[in-house]
């Protein structure tokens, strides 16, 4: 009989659940910020922790859902600009009712990821090099046709809903709650979720099994850009106003964060919605524990640059544990 392998601290680590490790740091973090500066737990600064972590959340699964194929879509943030401007346009410019420009907007970013999926699969270029080009493309469009003037005169409505809260959370943050639970169903419990997770383990293997590879590639192309546009359409609702300067090249290593620190592969074939959430809630706290605490916005880049290397070599390091394991009990 096998002995049992010696639990020691890495071993812990690198075997551990994700979710476990993020939330004890998010205490840590959470003990200290307000240890530091007692504002941290203040009303005023919870409501505004939590109304910008629904963003990021929805951000990180606009990006995790490509990450699952093994792509990335460095588009993230032009296309969410693009849908700022759009929904502000549709709701000031037309004046089409809040409901008819919501789902215009969400059209327009399925859109815009749906070419970026069609560039894919038709060029065989790298997912890489093809969002990179159509970031740029997507900017400098939207920037051309609006001449970068803001929009501040979308319906009241609109802005009120960005700052209500139902029982006392945000109403962003159940938004991002509702769709992190379509995302969850998706990759948990419909065959198309279990295809685009075969696909990101092994694209080869799944085409010989049947499963449609470029047509999957698409789909999650078209599905980031959507996702980029309702993270977009929270942003817009919370500052009651459609500006060309937020999102952009600020949500490209959120985007990134979000979903690697909570356990979705670079390389594809694994996801988890919940740590995407847990993730982006640690960016968050940071963002805001930093702000309490009137550090410079030079550190919260250095913190988050950090982060997502020290994540990306657990990944590596989780990996290879996992090989050796494998191997010595093959």
Known sequence: ???????????????????????????????????????????????????????????????MVVLATGGMNLAVG?????????????????????????VGTLLLGALLGWMNGIAIVKTGVNSFVVTLASASLFSGGMLILTKAVPLNGLPPAF???GKSALFGVPSLALVAIGIGGLLYWLFKHSTLGRQILAVGANARAAEMSGIPVDRTTVFVHALSGALAAAAALMLTSRLAAAMPAVAGDDWLLPSFLAPVIGGTALAGGIVSVIGTMLGALLVSTIRSGLLVLEIGNFWLQ??????????????????AYVAREQARRA
């Open 159 to 161: 802005g009120a809903f």
């Open 78 to 102: 032009a296309i969410g600009v693009c849908a700022v401007m759009f929904s502000g346009y549709l709701m000031q410019v037309l004046g089409l009712p809040i409901p008819v420009a919501i």
């Open 1 to 63: 009989m096998d002995k049992a392998p010696r639990l020691t601290l890495s071993s812990f680590l690198l075997r551990g659940s994700t979710q476990i490790g993020l939330a004890l740091i998010l205490v840590v973090l959470w003990i200290t910020f307000s240890s530091l500066a007692p504002g941290f737990l203040s009303k005023f600064n919870l409501n505004s922790l939590f109304r910008s972590v629904a963003v990021d959340i929805v951000v990180g699964f606009s990006q």
């Open 302 to 319: 250095l913190f988050l640059g950090a982060f997502l290397l020290l994540a990306i070599l657990i990944e590596r390091g989780r990996a």
